[in-house]
């Protein structure tokens, strides 16, 4: 998995890498092994549907062997780069997959509809997620996040993988993030790295500078998120 030396970055990423406060070359690694991870465990999904029908015409078997491979894959991505291995805790909450970044924020990866909602969008978990931007987590998470000192809430970043109509061609994989009931920002990994984003030609100015800047969070504000 190839570096970038210089990292340019959309008004997206740029929002992305302030807010949570990544290092650059951190977010820029995560989020290709992301795409490349999702994309070929989606596919790798796809393919066994056509060949096994009768394997998958079960409830919930479709869906479980696409989240299984694409965070399987995931993995064998980031764990291939050095760079990503000490970055990345696993984690999990309620028997949901998080993947925690730098300390900074949780990734989650999920299925995504054409018109950009998560797969469990109408639960009350997600909604409460949707309105302040942050996961709430078992006692044995809390646990963990603190042994780390990691003594905050933490947002929650998802990755989604969209099919088309008849889900039988993967679409897109995107990044996105909600805070206050709506779409904080959202892109797509795709478009991001099958184009050439570090393109030698760009210029000067179009190169940025990142500086991180995280909002402290009272204690309080962390307990009301424990799990009760």
Do not use: W
């Not at 465990?41 to 393919?47: K, P, T």
């Not at 999990?92 to 990734?107: I, M, N, P, Q, R």
């Amino acid at each position: 998995m190839s570096t970038s030396k210089s990292l340019i970055l959309n008004e997206n990423i740029k929002s992305l890498v302030k807010k949570q406060g990544f290092s650059a070359e951190t977010v820029d690694l995560f989020l290709k092994a992301a795409m490349d991870g999702v994309s070929r465990g989606v596919n790798r999904s796809l393919s066994d549907f056509r060949k096994s029908p009768r394997d998958y015409k079960f409830r919930n078997c479709k869906s479980s062997r696409l989240s299984g491979l694409s965070k399987s894959d995931f993995e064998l991505e980031y764990l291939k780069e050095p760079k990503l291995r000490n970055a990345i805790k696993h984690l999990k909450s309620y028997g949901v997959d998080y993947y925690l970044l730098e300390g900074k924020a949780l990734f989650c990866f999920k299925k995504m509809d054409q018109k950009g909602r998560i797969s469990g969008s109408n639960t009350k978990r997600f909604k409460e997620i949707m309105k302040d931007g942050f996961v709430k987590y078992t006692e044995n998470m809390y646990k963990e996040l603190t042994k780390m000192g990691i003594l905050k809430p933490l947002p929650i970043i998802y990755i989604g993988y969209q099919l088309d109509k008849l889900g039988t061609t993967l679409l897109d994989v995107k990044c996105v993030y909600f805070e206050n009931d709506k779409i904080d920002y959202c892109f797509s990994l795709l478009d991001m790295y099958r184009t050439n984003l570090f393109n030698t030609n760009t210029k000067q100015e179009d190169l940025v500078e990142i500086q991180p800047s995280i909002k402290a969070v009272s204690y309080t504000h962390l307990r009301a998120h424990e799990t009760r």
